[in-house]
């Protein structure tokens, strides 16, 4: 369903991500992760379309869409939540997932919205105003539900679980585990955690320093030498050290 | 709508389609001047949609105003265009123009004044040169009056009242309507997060588009009244910068982030101009329009008139306690 | 035909020198306040009218007005600052307002002051021609030129040198992290204004010596800071010199070619250009966009 070829972002001088080749499943649920800094949210900002990449291509259901707008990526199907949630600002809770309903659908439909809220646990949170009167847990919560919102066929999930509690953090995984089974969306997802990664994909793509150094099942991704280094560093564990 | 909002607008038009006709209408001077104060009103609520649906501040209203102006003017005089569907060809040439300021609006809040601001200059000396359309300097005279219909000369001064009230109330009415849509609510959640928005389908820039050209659409529609009433246009008129100050102290005054206000802000301020600044400073009395803006900004940026009618408000709930 | 470009061309310099003061100014403040100041070329008038007062009131040349123009226009400039701080919220869209407001009232009281005949200088000394080769010019415009490009050399040394030039770079990049540092904003942002002042002030009488002057034109200059700034894009002040000699020579040419008054417009259409084609300026390469 999701296409990468060889796409690079180059920044200046910078090469934040460098020629990742990636294909997607429309039942598939991958976990991406890599260090800090390893162009994890740049290339989720290339697929959504903040970001132009410089080379490369990238193609969504068969077509083609580097020159498609972040809009009309999201449209066609594109659903992503932005790391450090961004709700829109003057609108209620329910008013945000209307807008994204009405303008990722082309029509509103509130039964369908119900469903949303329950999911996400947002039901009675529904009336508050989204910018100013949410927690944490209740912001990141609004970000996959107004992703879902735009009936999505692909969801880009940027670190959903961080900073997070223990208990939020385990009603989320709970979420999300159910995510794939009830929405039918394919799932991309950042995270940093493990055993999350682990306990939720069946398969894992590590970047490091901008290159997709890895993957395939956790098991056998979690083992590979190459991955271990760029986690912890060339000198830790061995014999020699 | 709640039933006493209903009420209160069904009163007010009643108020002001009839009652001010009957009362006011043998008086020509001060009908004139209601006049005037509801097209700069009208100007003023334009402002205001682009600002509040819009999210932009716009200092070159005057360009819209002056282009529906001229549009209007010269299909009349030169092409035997009639008044009214002229004005509608007026409010359309404005639009045009906004078309023209779009690739301005990927620019920042003050870059984006200061362009338009810009544009606005830009008309006014198209007009002053361009004389073998515009009629250059000396302008375009014997502009058509508005018509006679059924009998009614709506070139009276209560005609043309009835007629730009119509026109307020029309543009009143698109505005509530666009600000209750869906549309409205994207609109809104635009200002402080439109890559939010954009992420779940929303075509921010359209949308902004599309509130530039209504804005402008809907000041050139007055402008375009307006040179049929006075029947009489010349640049240093039409682009005049009064028609960006005086919108700006309307729409602020009476409260910009309402849609009444500044139509009601419009005609206390322009009365008030018109009676009290104009006779203490024939020449630049522009100067304390100017010093009501800064006190404005400073002490009360959400509008005066709101304010008095809380405070209004306070001493009745005040006095109801005092009885009880 | 190439005498007369020529000449455009160098006329077109000359006037480039003042109105890169004028941008700079409103660069200024914008950099460390994040404010534009709609009124900013009413400051530049005010000075120009205060230069036409000195000569018809005390028959004295303008270049004696320049320190009384410094000290009111200066002063003035800080008086803006100090309404401008004192709005609490939405700061970007009420300083707008807030300071075209400033604009009118600036320009209504010249209106009201000086009256609305246009104005320039009697100065027959100034007025004298002054030739470079074939290039011909009045005395007062090369003057002023290398006066604008000392106080440009001089403001680029004390960006980079002086206590608070530095401070006010870096309020411009980040502001918190100065205040981390230990620099007051509100300091810098006087200082700023102060500056601009002093420039606006420069400029003012600049123009009144070699131009003509009317209350109206204080809008005008504004505008043309902004397109200058646009031209250049978020650069340096060589930079803006440069789209400052390309606007005065653009106009300069206007006039040598079509006529005197489209020189306005060669500017805006300039503006519109660059708008379209090139939209991170012709220099700059940081985007304008939110």
């Given at each position: 369903?999701?296409?990468?070829?060889?796409?690079?972002?180059?920044?200046?001088?910078?090469?934040?991500?460098?020629?990742?080749?990636?294909?997607?499943?429309?039942?598939?649920?991958?976990?991406?992760?890599?260090?800090?800094?390893?162009?994890?949210?740049?290339?989720?900002?290339?697929?959504?379309?903040?970001?132009?990449?410089?080379?490369?291509?990238?193609?969504?259901?068969?077509?083609?869409?580097?020159?498609?707008?972040?809009?009309?990526?999201?449209?066609?199907?594109?659903?992503?939540?932005?790391?450090?949630?961004?709700?829109?600002?003057?609108?209620?809770?329910?008013?945000?997932?209307?807008?994204?309903?009405?303008?990722?659908?082309?029509?509103?439909?509130?039964?369908?919205?119900?469903?949303?809220?329950?999911?996400?646990?947002?039901?009675?949170?529904?009336?508050?105003?989204?910018?100013?009167?949410?927690?944490?847990?209740?912001?990141?919560?609004?970000?996959?539900?107004?992703?879902?919102?735009?009936?999505?066929?692909?969801?880009?999930?940027?670190?959903?679980?961080?900073?997070?509690?223990?208990?939020?953090?385990?009603?989320?995984?709970?979420?999300?585990?159910?995510?794939?089974?009830?929405?039918?969306?394919?799932?991309?997802?950042?995270?940093?955690?493990?055993?999350?990664?682990?306990?939720?994909?069946?398969?894992?793509?590590?970047?490091?320093?901008?290159?997709?150094?890895?993957?395939?099942?956790?098991?056998?991704?979690?083992?590979?030498?190459?991955?271990?280094?760029?986690?912890?560093?060339?000198?830790?564990?061995?014999?020699?050290? | 709508?709640?039933?006493?909002?209903?009420?209160?607008?069904?009163?007010?038009?009643?108020?002001?389609?009839?009652?001010?006709?009957?009362?006011?209408?043998?008086?020509?001077?001060?009908?004139?001047?209601?006049?005037?104060?509801?097209?700069?009103?009208?100007?003023?609520?334009?402002?205001?949609?682009?600002?509040?649906?819009?999210?932009?501040?716009?200092?070159?209203?005057?360009?819209?105003?002056?282009?529906?102006?001229y549009v209007s003017a010269l299909t009349t005089v030169k092409l035997g265009v009639p008044v009214l569907p002229a004005m509608l060809l007026g409010g359309a040439g404005?639009?045009?123009?906004?078309?023209?300021?779009?690739?301005?609006?990927?620019?920042?809040?003050?870059?984006?004044?200061?362009?338009?601001?810009?544009?606005?200059?830009?008309?006014?000396?198209?007009?002053?040169?361009?004389?073998?359309?515009?009629?250059?300097?000396?302008?375009?005279?014997?502009i058509p009056?508005l018509p006679?219909?059924?009998?009614?000369?709506?070139?009276?001064?209560?005609?043309?009242?009835?007629?730009?009230?119509?026109?307020?109330?029309?543009?009143?009415?698109?505005?509530?309507?666009?600000?209750?849509?869906?549309?409205?609510?994207?609109?809104?959640?635009?200002?402080?997060?439109?890559?939010?928005?954009?992420?779940?389908?929303?075509?921010?820039?359209?949308?902004?588009?599309?509130?530039?050209?209504?804005?402008?659409?809907?000041?050139?529609?007055?402008?375009a009244?307006?040179a049929h009433?006075?029947?009489?246009?010349?640049?240093?008129?039409?682009?005049?910068?009064?028609?960006?100050?005086?919108?700006?102290?309307?729409?602020?005054?009476?409260?910009?982030?309402?849609?009444?206000?500044?139509?009601?802000?419009?005609?206390?301020?322009?009365?008030?101009?018109?009676?009290?600044?104009?006779?203490?400073?024939?020449?630049?009395?522009?100067?304390?329009?100017?010093?009501?803006?800064?006190?404005?900004?400073?002490?009360?940026?959400?509008?005066?008139?709101?304010?008095?009618?809380?405070?209004?408000?306070?001493?009745?709930?005040?006095?109801?306690?005092?009885?009880? | 035909?190439?005498?007369?470009?020529?000449?455009?061309?160098?006329?077109?310099?000359?006037?480039?020198?003042?109105?890169?003061?004028?941008?700079?100014?409103?660069?200024?403040?914008?950099?460390?306040?994040?404010?534009?100041?709609?009124?900013?070329?009413?400051?530049?008038?005010?000075?120009?009218?205060?230069?036409?007062?000195?000569?018809?009131?005390?028959?004295?040349?303008?270049?004696?007005?320049?320190?009384?123009?410094?000290?009111?226009?200066?002063?003035?400039?800080?008086?803006?600052?100090?309404?401008?701080?004192?709005?609490?919220?939405?700061?970007?869209?009420?300083?707008?307002?807030?300071?075209?407001?400033?604009?009118?009232?600036?320009?209504?009281?010249?209106?009201?002051?000086?009256?609305?005949?246009?104005?320039?200088?009697?100065?027959?000394?100034?007025?004298?021609?002054?030739?470079?080769?074939?290039?011909?010019?009045?005395?007062?415009?090369?003057?002023?030129?290398?006066?604008?490009?000392?106080?440009?050399?001089?403001?680029?040394?004390?960006?980079?040198?002086?206590?608070?030039?530095?401070?006010?770079?870096?309020?411009?990049?980040?502001?918190?992290?100065?205040?981390?540092?230990?620099?007051?904003?509100?300091?810098?942002?006087?200082?700023?204004?102060?500056?601009?002042?002093?420039?606006?002030?420069?400029?003012?009488?600049?123009?009144?010596?070699?131009?003509?002057?009317?209350?109206?034109?204080?809008?005008?200059?504004?505008?043309?800071?902004?397109?200058?700034?646009?031209?250049?894009?978020?650069?340096?002040?060589?930079?803006?010199?440069?789209?400052?000699?390309?606007?005065?020579?653009?106009?300069?040419?206007?006039?040598?070619?079509?006529?005197?008054?489209?020189?306005?417009?060669?500017?805006?259409?300039?503006?519109?250009?660059?708008?379209?084609?090139?939209?991170?300026?012709?220099?700059?390469?940081?985007?304008?966009?939110?």
């Amino acid at each position: 369903m999701l296409e990468l070829d060889n796409v690079s972002v180059r920044f200046g001088g910078l090469t934040a991500v460098d020629a990742v080749s990636l294909k997607v499943g429309s039942s598939d649920v991958i976990g991406l992760v890599g260090p800090n800094g390893a162009g994890k949210t740049t290339l989720f900002n290339a697929i959504s379309g903040l970001v132009r990449p410089t080379s490369g291509q990238i193609r969504f259901e068969g077509r083609n869409v580097m020159a498609t707008s972040m809009y009309q990526r999201a449209r066609l199907g594109l659903g992503r939540t932005f790391q450090i949630p961004q709700p829109m600002h003057e609108l209620t809770v329910r008013e945000n997932l209307i807008v994204a309903q009405r303008f990722g659908t082309g029509k509103v439909d509130h039964a369908k919205l119900d469903t949303i809220l329950d999911f996400t646990s947002l039901a009675d949170k529904a009336g508050r105003d989204a910018s100013s009167e949410l927690a944490l847990t209740e912001l990141k919560a609004l970000e996959v539900a107004k992703a879902l919102a735009t009936d999505p066929k692909l969801l880009l999930l940027d670190e959903v679980l961080a900073g997070l509690e223990t208990n939020g953090k385990r009603r989320f995984m709970g979420m999300l585990k159910d995510l794939h089974a009830k929405f039918g969306v394919g799932i991309v997802m950042i995270e940093h955690d493990i055993e999350t990664i682990s306990n939720l994909c069946q398969r894992v793509a590590v970047l490091n320093f901008g290159q997709l150094i890895a993957d395939g099942t956790p098991e056998a991704v979690f083992r590979d030498p190459a991955v271990i280094k760029s986690y912890v560093g060339a000198d830790a564990g061995g014999p020699d050290a | 709508m709640k039933t006493t909002a209903w009420i209160r607008n069904t009163l007010l038009l009643a108020a002001a389609y009839v009652a001010v006709p009957l009362a006011l209408g043998g008086n020509q001077y001060v009908m004139s001047m209601v006049v005037a104060a509801l097209v700069i009103g009208g100007v003023a609520l334009s402002w205001a949609l682009l600002g509040n649906l819009g999210g932009m501040v716009s200092f070159g209203h005057s360009a819209f105003f002056g282009v529906g102006a001229y549009v209007s003017a010269l299909t009349t005089v030169k092409l035997g265009v009639p008044v009214l569907p002229a004005m509608l060809l007026g409010g359309a040439g404005a639009a045009a123009a906004a078309v023209i300021m779009l690739p301005v609006l990927r620019l920042r809040g003050p870059y984006f004044a200061l362009a338009i601001l810009a544009y606005a200059h830009i008309f006014r000396i198209l007009a002053t040169e361009w004389s073998s359309v515009t009629g250059g300097a000396g302008g375009v005279a014997h502009i058509p009056a508005l018509p006679t219909v059924f009998g009614f000369e709506l070139a009276s001064k209560s005609g043309a009242y009835l007629v730009v009230l119509t026109l307020v109330v029309l543009c009143a009415l698109a505005y509530s309507r666009i600000r209750a849509s869906h549309y409205g609510l994207a609109l809104r959640a635009m200002h402080d997060s439109e890559d939010a928005t954009r992420v779940v389908g929303v075509n921010s820039t359209l949308l902004k588009g599309l509130m530039l050209l209504v804005s402008a659409f809907m000041a050139g529609l007055f402008g375009a009244f307006n040179a049929h009433y006075i029947n009489f246009l010349e640049p240093d008129y039409a682009f005049s910068g009064l028609w960006v100050t005086l919108p700006i102290v309307a729409a602020i005054f009476g409260g910009y982030r309402t849609i009444l206000g500044p139509v009601l802000g419009a005609v206390v301020v322009y009365l008030v101009d018109q009676l009290v600044f104009k006779s203490l400073i024939p020449t630049g009395h522009q100067l304390v329009l100017g010093l009501l803006l800064v006190a404005m900004i400073v002490f009360s940026p959400n509008g005066l008139l709101p304010l008095l009618l809380k405070a209004l408000r306070r001493k009745e709930a005040g006095k109801e306690k005092q009885h009880a | 035909m190439t005498e007369l470009i020529a000449q455009a061309l160098y006329s077109g310099l000359l006037q480039g020198g003042s109105y890169a003061l004028i941008a700079l100014g409103l660069a200024l403040v914008f950099g460390t306040m994040k404010v534009i100041n709609l009124a900013h070329g009413e400051l530049v008038l005010l000075a120009a009218y205060i230069a036409y007062s000195v000569e018809s009131g005390l028959g004295l040349g303008p270049m004696f007005a320049i320190p009384i123009a410094l000290v009111i226009v200066s002063l003035t400039s800080v008086g803006v600052y100090a309404i401008i701080s004192r709005i609490k919220k939405d700061r970007e869209i009420n300083s707008l307002i807030l300071t075209y407001g400033i604009g009118v009232i600036l320009t209504n009281f010249i209106l009201l002051v000086w009256k609305a005949d246009i104005r320039s200088t009697s100065s027959s000394w100034l007025q004298e021609g002054f030739e470079v080769g074939p290039l011909f010019s009045m005395r007062s415009e090369v003057i002023f030129f290398g006066v604008s490009l000392v106080l440009m050399a001089a403001l680029w040394r004390w960006l980079s040198t002086s206590w608070y030039g530095r401070a006010v770079r870096a309020v411009a990049s980040n502001r918190d992290a100065a205040k981390l540092m230990g620099i007051d904003p509100r300091r810098t942002e006087i200082v700023s204004f102060l500056v601009a002042g002093i420039l606006a002030a420069f400029a003012g009488v600049a123009l009144f010596s070699y131009g003509v002057i009317q209350p109206a034109y204080g809008s005008a200059l504004t505008v043309k800071a902004f397109i200058i700034t646009v031209l250049a894009g978020i650069g340096s002040i060589p930079g803006v010199l440069l789209a400052a000699v390309l606007l005065g020579v653009c106009e300069a040419l206007t006039v040598t070619l079509a006529s005197s008054a489209l020189q306005e417009l060669s500017g805006m259409v300039l503006f519109l250009l660059v708008l379209f084609i090139l939209p991170n300026g012709l220099f700059g390469a940081a985007r304008r966009r939110g």
